[in-house]
């Protein structure tokens, strides 16, 4: 499995790079968060981006995807990472489209797929229910008939909730676990924005007897806890890129800082104390770099290692996306903490990715399970 | 699949089948320390097998894959001397031979020596002749390396040698030793340091063992009184012996950073270890919690360095810089200092145990590897010296 890039995926990485830092640095999250966006994101950069093909790098051809592969997607999301782009790549196009092709019928796979993969579709994947990750809990329930289901139940921190124009809708069925495609404005579907610290979309829902045709269910009358499973799997590797292109820039800011700072006559980079901090988080991004690609190629390579894979990816980013923000608000001193410096909005996005899709007790947990203890 | 994948395989397969023939039952499986044949003139096969098991690998080129033919290799790339070690590893067979000459002496010499030096020298270490010790630091040169002291006076067509080294891996049972000598106090510390081979039968030199907290005596202090040694045993130039030197630790810190996959005792993995000495609930997992979480981080710790090291093959293989080399000896040897506390913690007391019969082998050997742990992070270039090299060489951040 490869651990290097080959060219093609180096261009696109390159492609990306200057395409986002030219259209959607930081700054431009700043002006979202400043003019309280609506939307929460740029239309027009998102069909940009769905223009180049981001919104389906991944997905098989016959979907209208470009079937290139998570190490490729990886590259794309490193750099939205760097610039932490506000877009619905990751939870309509990596989330909710694997959702889809996991979960779905034939039918429902060619209804919808190829409409995320050119951006005209967002969807997002509404999941969770409590203020932590857990996957296992569903109270959400859907009572089905020949016809309809009707689903109540409450959802939280669901990213790009606020947005989406179809919700994929985790409830407890009588086939086991049930997801429902739900159209924005279906009767009985309630929506709150909420405004969260890292300024870009997640929505509280509220689903109030929601009454949908049965054909509204992924995958017919299967459950598809196995299936939901393995979409949380490749979007915890995507997130996982996406939070090693965070810590990677902030860190860059961070040792470039280091290199201009005077204090006491000297750089303050000549000083062992800071040196040796900076070199131990150097030698922590190495393993993360390492664990990222072998999940990313995992997806690609060998689907039986994706589990264990993308728990121990979460977790490590997890931890290095703190120690990596905390250390660069702590090495810029004062500054770090003044909302001019953008450092505060890595810090910020950081803490927000850190909760989505498991904590590192979660993936700690899940990783010792995977493991037989 | 690729024409290289495809010869890769037709290599692998030749290799598979070679050491199904070749490697006697009895040398496949872990090699306590008696187990392990060093060579030299003192050196003796621990048994029979393990003698056939060497001239085999010797005759076959082997010993030293990626050497040239005629110093005893094989002329194999990176790829097929990695292909050989894996092959190896899946039926556990042993190294048929250890030592620093193999390992450092012998790429240094490869890229630094003349060619009547490598003539002399790189087939008597293939052959087992000559067993080498290391002579690098000295009681008042340790992380700083550079400020060593035992001084070679340059004379007509000899070098006059007085002073000594420390931490000389068995040097009492060693035929030669490579040695950075100072000879010259002029400029940069760096700059007046030699490369030299020393015969330690030579007049003159004398070793002592000393005792460390594991209760091993591996290393000894070796001492240098007016050794008198022919000028043709200096490697590379005059007061250039420290490129020599970094190209060396160079190997030896990637030796380190590996050392864990191939120890010298037969070691319990934590994961093992807590399925002996801690309990489980009905749905398997472990009730202690704290050491339950414990062990998980260090799985993910060892699975991402695993991952690393792959990654940097890969880099190397396909022409790639990265940092990543760089970190590994740090990372490697933290993280065996990491293994030792777990699993010191996993045992409980039954893990403290120092000699006797109530204790297992195990469980001594445990206990005595976990204060050998403490020497990785400071042999080497100890930790804090590889975080200044991060710093200085990938960071590039200012110097003092």
């Given at each position: 499995m490869p651990l290097v890039l080959n060219e093609e995926q180096r261009l696109l990485r390159d492609t990306s790079r200057e395409f986002l830092q030219r259209s959607a640095p930081v700054a431009a999250l700043r002006a979202l968060r400043d003019e309280r966006n609506s939307l929460g994101y740029q239309a027009d950069l998102w069909a940009e981006m769905a223009e180049m093909g981001w919104a389906c790098v991944t997905l098989p051809e016959a979907y209208g995807g470009l079937d290139f592969g998570f190490l490729g997607l990886g590259c794309v999301l490193e750099e939205t990472g760097r610039t932490l782009t506000a877009s619905p790549l990751f939870a309509s196009a990596v989330l909710g489209s694997n959702t889809i092709l996991f979960a779905?019928?034939?039918?429902?796979?060619?209804?919808?797929?190829?409409?995320?993969?050119t951006g005209?579709?967002?969807?997002a994947l509404a999941l969770d229910e409590s203020h932590h990750h857990a996957p296992a809990d569903t109270g959400c329930t859907a009572q089905c008939n020949d016809e309809h289901a009707v689903i109540s139940g409450r959802k939280v921190f669901v990213a790009d909730g606020h947005s989406a124009e179809l919700l994929?809708?985790?409830?407890?069925?009588?086939?086991?676990?049930?997801?429902y495609a739900i159209p924005e404005n279906t009767p009985g579907l309630l929506r709150e924005r909420t405004v969260m610290v890292d300024s870009r979309n997640a929505a509280n829902l509220t689903l109030n007897a929601v009454t949908v045709p049965l054909s509204q269910r992924l995958g017919g009358t299967e459950d598809c806890a196995a299936a939901l499973e393995q979409a949380l799997d490749r979007g915890r590797l995507a997130l996982s890129a996406e939070m090693l292109g965070l810590v990677e820039e902030v860190f860059e800011r961070t040792v470039a800082y280091l290199k201009e700072r005077e204090q006491f006559g000297a750089l303050i980079g000549s000083f062992q104390a800071?040196?040796?901090?900076a070199a131990q988080l150097q030698a922590e991004i190495e393993l993360c770099r390492s664990v990222v690609m072998q999940g990313l190629s995992a997806i690609d390579d060998a689907p039986e290692q994706v589990p264990l894979t993308a728990s121990l990816a979460k977790a490590r980013l997890n931890d290095l996306a703190e120690w990596a923000t905390n250390e660069a608000v702590q090495m810029h001193g004062g500054i770090g903490v003044t909302d001019e410096l953008e450092i505060g909005f890595f810090l910020k996005r950081a803490r927000v990715s850190m909760q989505m899709l498991g904590d590192t007790a979660f993936h700690r947990d899940r990783y010792a399970t995977l493991?037989?203890? | 699949m690729t024409h290289s994948s495809a010869t890769a395989d037709a290599f692998r397969q030749e290799v598979r089948d070679w050491l199904e023939e070749n490697c006697p039952q009895s040398q496949r499986q872990p090699a306590v320390a008696a187990d392990q044949f060093w060579g030299g003139r003192s050196g003796s096969f621990p048994s029979e097998d393990a003698r056939l098991w060497y001239e085999r690998m010797r005759d076959k080129g082997w010993v030293a894959p990626e050497w040239p033919r005629e110093y005893g290799g094989a002329a194999l790339d990176a790829q097929q001397a990695r292909i050989i070690k894996q092959e190896m590893k899946r039926i556990n067979a042993r190294t048929p031979l250890y030592g620093l000459g193999l390992w450092m002496l012998g790429p240094a010499l490869l890229e630094y020596g003349n060619t009547s030096q490598k003539e002399q020298h790189l087939p008597a270490i293939v052959k087992a002749e000559t067993r080498w010790a290391q002579g690098y630091s000295e009681p008042g040169a340790g992380s700083d390396l550079a400020s060593l002291q035992c001084r070679a006076e340059e004379h007509d067509d000899h070098f006059l040698v007085n002073g000594s080294k420390i931490w000389t891996t068995a040097a009492d049972r060693c035929d030669w030793i490579f040695c950075l000598v100072r000879t010259s106090t002029e400029g940069k510390k760096q700059e007046g340091i030699s490369f030299l081979l020393i015969d330690m039968h030579s007049p003159g030199v004398s070793t002592t063992p000393i005792e460390l907290i594991s209760g091993e005596s591996e290393f000894c202090q070796t001492f240098f009184d007016n050794v008198k040694v022919p000028r043709e045993n200096l490697v590379g130039e005059l007061n250039k012996g420290w490129s020599v030197a970094k190209a060396l630790l160079v190997h030896e810190r990637k030796l380190m950073a590996e050392i864990g996959s191939d120890s010298p005792r037969k070691v319990v993995s934590p994961r093992e270890a807590a399925e002996?000495?801690?309990?489980?609930d009905d749905t398997g997992k472990l009730t202690n919690t704290e050491l339950r979480s414990q062990l998980a981080d260090y799985d993910m710790q060892m699975h991402a360095i695993g991952l690393t090291h792959m990654r940097c093959f890969e880099e190397r293989q396909a022409g790639v810089r990265s940092p990543a080399p760089l970190v590994m000896k740090y990372l490697g040897t933290e993280a065996e200092k990491t293994k030792s506390e777990l699993l010191l913690k996993i045992m409980g007391s039954r893990g403290l145990g120092w000699e006797g019969d109530s204790f297992t082998d195990e469980e001594l050997d445990t206990?005595?590897?976990?204060?050998?742990?403490?020497a990785m992070t400071i042999a080497g270039g100890s930790s804090e010296i590889q975080l200044n090299v991060i710093a200085k060489s990938v960071l590039e951040l200012p110097q003092e």
């Amino acid at each position: 499995m490869p651990l290097v890039l080959n060219e093609e995926q180096r261009l696109l990485r390159d492609t990306s790079r200057e395409f986002l830092q030219r259209s959607a640095p930081v700054a431009a999250l700043r002006a979202l968060r400043d003019e309280r966006n609506s939307l929460g994101y740029q239309a027009d950069l998102w069909a940009e981006m769905a223009e180049m093909g981001w919104a389906c790098v991944t997905l098989p051809e016959a979907y209208g995807g470009l079937d290139f592969g998570f190490l490729g997607l990886g590259c794309v999301l490193e750099e939205t990472g760097r610039t932490l782009t506000a877009s619905p790549l990751f939870a309509s196009a990596v989330l909710g489209s694997n959702t889809i092709l996991f979960a779905g019928t034939e039918s429902q796979k060619e209804h919808y797929l190829p409409r995320i993969a050119t951006g005209e579709l967002t969807v997002a994947l509404a999941l969770d229910e409590s203020h932590h990750h857990a996957p296992a809990d569903t109270g959400c329930t859907a009572q089905c008939n020949d016809e309809h289901a009707v689903i109540s139940g409450r959802k939280v921190f669901v990213a790009d909730g606020h947005s989406a124009e179809l919700l994929l809708v985790v409830a407890e069925d009588q086939y086991g676990l049930g997801i429902y495609a739900i159209p924005e404005n279906t009767p009985g579907l309630l929506r709150e924005r909420t405004v969260m610290v890292d300024s870009r979309n997640a929505a509280n829902l509220t689903l109030n007897a929601v009454t949908v045709p049965l054909s509204q269910r992924l995958g017919g009358t299967e459950d598809c806890a196995a299936a939901l499973e393995q979409a949380l799997d490749r979007g915890r590797l995507a997130l996982s890129a996406e939070m090693l292109g965070l810590v990677e820039e902030v860190f860059e800011r961070t040792v470039a800082y280091l290199k201009e700072r005077e204090q006491f006559g000297a750089l303050i980079g000549s000083f062992q104390a800071l040196q040796h901090r900076a070199a131990q988080l150097q030698a922590e991004i190495e393993l993360c770099r390492s664990v990222v690609m072998q999940g990313l190629s995992a997806i690609d390579d060998a689907p039986e290692q994706v589990p264990l894979t993308a728990s121990l990816a979460k977790a490590r980013l997890n931890d290095l996306a703190e120690w990596a923000t905390n250390e660069a608000v702590q090495m810029h001193g004062g500054i770090g903490v003044t909302d001019e410096l953008e450092i505060g909005f890595f810090l910020k996005r950081a803490r927000v990715s850190m909760q989505m899709l498991g904590d590192t007790a979660f993936h700690r947990d899940r990783y010792a399970t995977l493991s037989g203890y | 699949m690729t024409h290289s994948s495809a010869t890769a395989d037709a290599f692998r397969q030749e290799v598979r089948d070679w050491l199904e023939e070749n490697c006697p039952q009895s040398q496949r499986q872990p090699a306590v320390a008696a187990d392990q044949f060093w060579g030299g003139r003192s050196g003796s096969f621990p048994s029979e097998d393990a003698r056939l098991w060497y001239e085999r690998m010797r005759d076959k080129g082997w010993v030293a894959p990626e050497w040239p033919r005629e110093y005893g290799g094989a002329a194999l790339d990176a790829q097929q001397a990695r292909i050989i070690k894996q092959e190896m590893k899946r039926i556990n067979a042993r190294t048929p031979l250890y030592g620093l000459g193999l390992w450092m002496l012998g790429p240094a010499l490869l890229e630094y020596g003349n060619t009547s030096q490598k003539e002399q020298h790189l087939p008597a270490i293939v052959k087992a002749e000559t067993r080498w010790a290391q002579g690098y630091s000295e009681p008042g040169a340790g992380s700083d390396l550079a400020s060593l002291q035992c001084r070679a006076e340059e004379h007509d067509d000899h070098f006059l040698v007085n002073g000594s080294k420390i931490w000389t891996t068995a040097a009492d049972r060693c035929d030669w030793i490579f040695c950075l000598v100072r000879t010259s106090t002029e400029g940069k510390k760096q700059e007046g340091i030699s490369f030299l081979l020393i015969d330690m039968h030579s007049p003159g030199v004398s070793t002592t063992p000393i005792e460390l907290i594991s209760g091993e005596s591996e290393f000894c202090q070796t001492f240098f009184d007016n050794v008198k040694v022919p000028r043709e045993n200096l490697v590379g130039e005059l007061n250039k012996g420290w490129s020599v030197a970094k190209a060396l630790l160079v190997h030896e810190r990637k030796l380190m950073a590996e050392i864990g996959s191939d120890s010298p005792r037969k070691v319990v993995s934590p994961r093992e270890a807590a399925e002996q000495y801690l309990q489980k609930d009905d749905t398997g997992k472990l009730t202690n919690t704290e050491l339950r979480s414990q062990l998980a981080d260090y799985d993910m710790q060892m699975h991402a360095i695993g991952l690393t090291h792959m990654r940097c093959f890969e880099e190397r293989q396909a022409g790639v810089r990265s940092p990543a080399p760089l970190v590994m000896k740090y990372l490697g040897t933290e993280a065996e200092k990491t293994k030792s506390e777990l699993l010191l913690k996993i045992m409980g007391s039954r893990g403290l145990g120092w000699e006797g019969d109530s204790f297992t082998d195990e469980e001594l050997d445990t206990l005595r590897l976990w204060a050998m742990s403490k020497a990785m992070t400071i042999a080497g270039g100890s930790s804090e010296i590889q975080l200044n090299v991060i710093a200085k060489s990938v960071l590039e951040l200012p110097q003092e």
